[in-house]
């Protein structure tokens, strides 16, 4: 199938983990041409794989060598980036979230399915995670009857002063409502935030830890812990419970030591490393689709209902309300 020419727009943290995933680690593609505001940074990634430098997104989305385009710039510019890969024909993956706005999401839509042909994946790469490929399968089984009910857990050690409520969703909270829909095969129509007694860990602009309720139409109920100030550590938790059995996402694998009269495992600090082979089997499995010119991950019509589902929980947080989540029928192009 030969070699996939890989264009890079955004040379920030995770657009130079991607260029050396690319360049070092994965096989069948090459990044051939890179993009940054901050023509620095763009030089030092263009280092690490030989690329050139262009001067914007579109020099590099309409390069002739480039087949396809990486989005890793930050969330305010993607749709532009996007926008400009649909319009060249160009596979393109983009790096959470699509859009900052749901409208924005509903132009790349519209744009894809005016163009005919699937070019849009979202990395939300939470289903690529192993624990979740492993719940997913399980659920899908039948073994284990009907989800029911969902427990999810997203906790940080610390997050600063810039961090501040509606955050909470946007920037973490996020992950889990495109992985959550995609684990039980339903879509959400409501959306519910409860706060209560604030952590001493926070400050005056955030609200910490959260509850947010989302219901799908099947009538499954779904709790999401958000906790940004947990002080031990990052740590992720999934429990689907179901009509014939439970089943729990399986906890990272650390040793348990003993030391200084204690037995202990270690909790995980870094979200990079949690989740770094998911990225790995994300982009290679973007690499090995776009080569058979598919589109086998999550969607640009997924990147849309996740905008939709953030802006009626952020809706929530401000007025302790149960509110709609109203996307429309997914469109035929998408099934």
């Not at 930050?74 to 409208?103: D, N, R, Y």
């Not at 149960?322 to 998408?334: H, L, M």
Request: glycine letters at 8%.
């Amino acid at each position: 199938m030969g070699t996939l020419k890989v264009g890079v727009v955004g040379t920030g943290a995770i657009g130079q983990e991607h260029i050396a995933r690319i360049t070092n680690k994965l096989v069948g593609a090459a990044v051939v041409a890179i993009t940054d505001v901050n023509d620095a940074n763009a030089k030092k990634a263009a280092a690490l794989c030989g690329a050139r430098v262009e001067k914007d997104s579109a020099g590099v989305v309409n390069a002739p060598d480039v087949d396809a385009v990486l989005v890793c710039s930050w969330g305010p510019a993607h749709a532009e980036s996007v926008l400009q890969a649909i319009a060249a024909g160009k596979p393109v993956f983009c790096e959470k979230p699509l859009a900052t706005t749901a409208k924005d999401c509903k132009k790349i839509v519209d744009a894809e399915v005016a163009c005919g042909k699937q070019l849009v994946q979202v990395g939300f790469m939470r289903r690529y995670d192993k624990g979740y490929l492993q719940m997913k399968e399980l659920i899908d089984s039948g073994e284990f009857g009907e989800p029911l009910l969902v427990h999810c857990a997203h906790r940080n050690a610390e997050v600063g002063e810039s961090y501040v409520t509606p955050m909470a969703v946007y920037d973490t909270a996020i992950h889990e409502i495109d992985t959550l829909q995609w684990l039980v095969g339903d879509d959400y129509v409501t959306a519910q935030v409860i706060t209560g007694k604030d952590t001493k860990h926070s400050h005056a602009k955030l609200r910490d830890p959260q509850m947010m309720i989302l219901r799908t139409k099947g009538g499954i109920t779904i709790d999401i812990e958000v906790f940004v100030n947990c002080k031990f550590g990052y740590d992720i938790e999934c429990e689907v419970c179901c009509e014939e059995g439970i089943i729990k996402m399986p906890e990272p694998n650390f040793p348990t030591v003993r030391k200084d009269m204690n037995r202990s495992v270690y909790i995980e600090q870094d979200w990079k490393r949690r989740f770094s082979g998911a990225y790995d089997v994300e982009i290679q499995e973007w690499i090995n689709s776009t080569l058979k010119g598919e589109v086998n991950g999550p969607t640009a019509w997924d990147g849309y209902t996740a905008a939709v589902t953030a802006d009626a929980l952020v809706k929530s947080q401000e007025t302790g309300g149960i509110e709609p989540i109203t996307t429309g029928e997914r469109p035929s192009f998408y099934k």
